[in-house]
């Protein structure tokens, strides 16, 4: 199973931009479908965005047009770029991986198997 790991998170003010980033081990991430997921406190962790293994992307649609992600599978590594953060957007922000045979049009937090420890990101007013 592949074991995953999240940086990048921070504190920015409104406006601001942060990139997270996912470093896989253990196994190749062209294997899965990727996503990203986010936990607010007080509130049940929601889909975020996923990129399946020809790099097809989805998104909620409170993030589209201001966050992208992006899979290296070279490097092993999953992005996502986020510009135009609103105070909405503080959360726990975790990778998530579901093997590609499972299919990938999935964005329910069962659907995934693999799961970072989470970054933080915090967006002030």
């Known amino acids: 199973q592949v074991q995953l790991l999240e940086s990048g998170g921070g504190s920015v003010q409104a406006g601001g931009s942060l990139r997270l980033s996912c470093a896989a081990s253990?196994?190749?991430?062209?294997?899965?479908?990727m996503a990203w997921f986010r936990q607010a406190p007080g509130e049940e962790r929601e889909w975020v965005a996923r990129?399946?293994?020809?790099?097809?992307?989805a998104y909620t649609d409170s993030v589209k047009g201001r966050i992208t992600t992006s899979r290296n599978n070279a490097g092993n590594t999953l992005h996502l770029q986020m510009n135009n953060l609103k105070p909405e957007d503080t959360a726990m922000y975790y990778c998530?991986?579901?093997?590609?045979?499972?299919?990938?049009?999935?964005?329910?937090?069962?659907?995934?198997?693999?799961w970072g420890q989470g970054t933080q990101v915090t967006v002030s007013s």
């Open positions: 990129i399946n293994d020809v790099g097809m992307l």
């Open positions: 253990r196994d190749a991430i062209r294997r899965y479908c």
């Open positions: 998530a991986a579901r093997r590609v045979y499972l299919g990938c049009n999935r964005g329910a937090v069962s659907a995934y198997a693999a």
